[in-house]
């Protein structure tokens, strides 16, 4: 069956339910229909936090045929509850881009689902709506400011970075104009639509504690330089409690359950090559705050979001993982050994140990954090025994516990083996997490520390403009804010054509982005997409709804 005959099957629990299961009185909660609510903020209990075992799934470098960490992070979060470990998932929203795009959506697959999955995977609570309104204010009052005669501050249209956004693929939106049709129309610019989750708002709403903290973190959104090269920021333009308005239900997490009627919350969606790429702060606090262990997933490989996870997120909320749970397929690592894409569900011994430095250069990054790991062999039917023997030895002699699991299939029942690891390693306080670096150290310094322990390259290059760019972050004062390096998912490289374990490469820093308000710089290198395009058939095109309002060929 497809996933959405698989989450058709299940009879949902009222949410109110899930939420006395969760530990919320069912009346305090904001109910958006019978399967889907609000949180309110003053649920979240900073002793209860501190007894959590926080657990973070990742995943090697991804491939064309993808992971599933999220269907990882659901069968693990089931597992565990099984085995009596009271454990809420906490994951990011999808994005209505890949949705209607080529990917799909986010809330798992067959067994191993968060439901309803078609409202999340659809317009869900509004968050994104939300949130697109609130950048594309502030767009407005920025060009509202720069025609205006009485209010200007001298706004210089060349140096503003603010675009507008959409929660759709569309690529005829990358580059526009704005303003044309004369004066009442505005002042004639050159800018563009990124998608709604590459929004600094989204990144600001996923790392906010709460609304002051929110208002304060919009406020301080670089926009640009005046005439006279003085900096300007979102609450020059007395933007910030309008914005902040627009995002007050928006920064509540959102609970649903599981397939096995386990609480589960779904909150924020920021990109993991542009951003963060992990759920809300105040949605995994939330989360640990009712209950023994709470599971969390990072966007991509090991060495983008999972970095940020921990250099960011981590350091930001003051939290501990104790665990890693590194996601890998047969079919992705036999892809990075050189398989051809379409022979990958065809026995490859040869190719599946050529893959295998890809899996240890995660393994080795893992441990410069002093968090434990355990592999989770995603398995697939194609998968053969002598296959899953090779990385059972592999990780043997890299002495890293390893566990095989069919979530998709068996639900929490295909993942107790992890979740027997996750449980030992728990319990072992061997885990003592560590950042990378410190904040304070220079931008070069936390840039080529990130390009050579984790990525491993030789060294970083940087273009003129973002040295120039590197001399102005330093007179606004912002050298002290982490990093946030824009790269390439398909590689561990800035070349989305090195697979495997790429060695002796450079990274080059093009240009850097000032994202104050989320609290990050962004370091460019490559070409990132921040608006994708639709491909040639997309998704859209097998979705449908009957005249019941039965929805079809949504995956």
């Avoid at 090559?273 to 997933?297: F, K, P, R, W």
């Avoid at 026995?347 to 250069?361: H, R, S, Y």
């Amino acid at each position: 069956m497809t996933d959405l005959q698989v989450a058709k099957t299940i009879s949902l629990k009222h949410i109110s339910s899930i939420a006395k299961k969760f530990g919320i009185p069912p009346e305090d909660i904001e109910m958006y229909g019978k399967y889907k609510a609000k949180l309110p903020l003053k649920f979240i209990d900073k002793v209860s936090v501190n007894k959590n075992n926080l657990i973070l799934v990742s995943a090697i470098s991804p491939t064309p045929s993808g992971e599933g960490k999220t269907t990882m992070s659901i069968g693990l979060s089931e597992a565990l509850n099984r085995l009596n470990k009271k454990t809420t998932v906490v994951l990011r929203e999808p994005s209505l881009g890949p949705v209607f795009g080529i990917k799909g959506g986010a809330t798992g697959g067959g067994y191993s689902q968060v439901l309803p999955m078609e409202d999340i995977n659809l317009h869900f609570t509004g968050d994104f709506a939300a949130i697109e309104k609130s950048h594309n204010l502030l767009a407005a009052l920025i060009d509202n400011n720069i025609q205006s005669k009485t209010t200007s501050l001298r706004i210089d249209p060349r140096t503003i970075g603010w675009k507008r956004v959409v929660d759709l693929n569309d690529r005829a939106l990358r580059r526009v104009i704005v303003g044309l049709g004369g004066t009442n129309s505005g002042v004639p610019r050159e800018t563009g639509f990124d998608i709604t989750a590459a929004s600094e708002i989204m990144a600001i709403l996923c790392l906010a504690e709460n609304l002051s903290d929110l208002k304060k973190r919009l406020g301080n959104i670089f926009i640009g330089y005046t005439y006279d090269k003085e900096p300007i920021y979102a609450k020059d333009l007395k933007a910030e409690g309008a914005m902040t308005v627009l995002l007050k239900d928006a920064i509540k997490p959102n609970l649903v359950q599981t397939i096995e009627g386990n609480p589960a919350i779904i909150h924020g969606g920021p990109f993991a090559n542009i951003a963060q790429g992990t759920n809300s702060v105040i949605a995994t606090l939330m989360g640990m705050s009712h209950s023994d262990y709470t599971v969390t997933e990072a966007g991509f490989g090991f060495d983008l979001g999972a970095e940020k996870f921990f250099d960011i997120k981590c350091q930001s909320a003051g939290l501990k993982p104790k665990a890693v749970v590194l996601t890998t397929t047969i079919r992705a690592l036999k892809y990075h050994g050189g398989a051809d894409l379409k022979s990958l569900t065809e026995p490859n011994i040869e190719a599946l140990k050529k893959g295998f430095p890809n899996l240890e250069k995660h393994l080795e990054n893992i441990a410069k954090f002093h968090v434990t790991p355990v592999i989770a062999i995603n398995r697939f039917i194609s998968d053969t025994d002598e296959e899953i023997e090779a990385i059972r030895s592999f990780a043997k002699s890299k002495q890293v516990k390893v566990a095989l699991t069919d979530v998709w299939t068996k639900g929490g029942g295909g993942a107790l083996e992890l979740a027997k690891e996750v449980i030992n390693i728990v319990d072992s306080n061997i885990s003592d997490f560590q950042p990378l670096y410190k904040w304070e150290s220079t931008v070069k310094d936390k840039i080529e520390t990130i390009a050579t322990e984790i990525y491993g390259a030789e060294h970083v290059d940087y273009s003129s403009k973002a040295k120039a760019q590197l001399n102005n972050i330093s007179k606004l004062g912002l050298d002290h804010l982490p990093v946030c390096i824009a790269k390439t998912q398909k590689s561990l490289s800035d070349n989305p054509k090195l697979l495997g374990r790429p060695k002796d490469f450079i990274i080059t820093v093009r240009e850097f982005e000032i994202a104050a308000g989320a609290g990050f710089l962004i370091p460019i290198t490559g070409n990132i997409m921040r608006m994708p395009g639709l491909p040639a058939h997309p998704s859209s095109e097998n979705i449908d709804i009957d005249d019941d309002g039965e929805i079809k060929g949504l995956f």
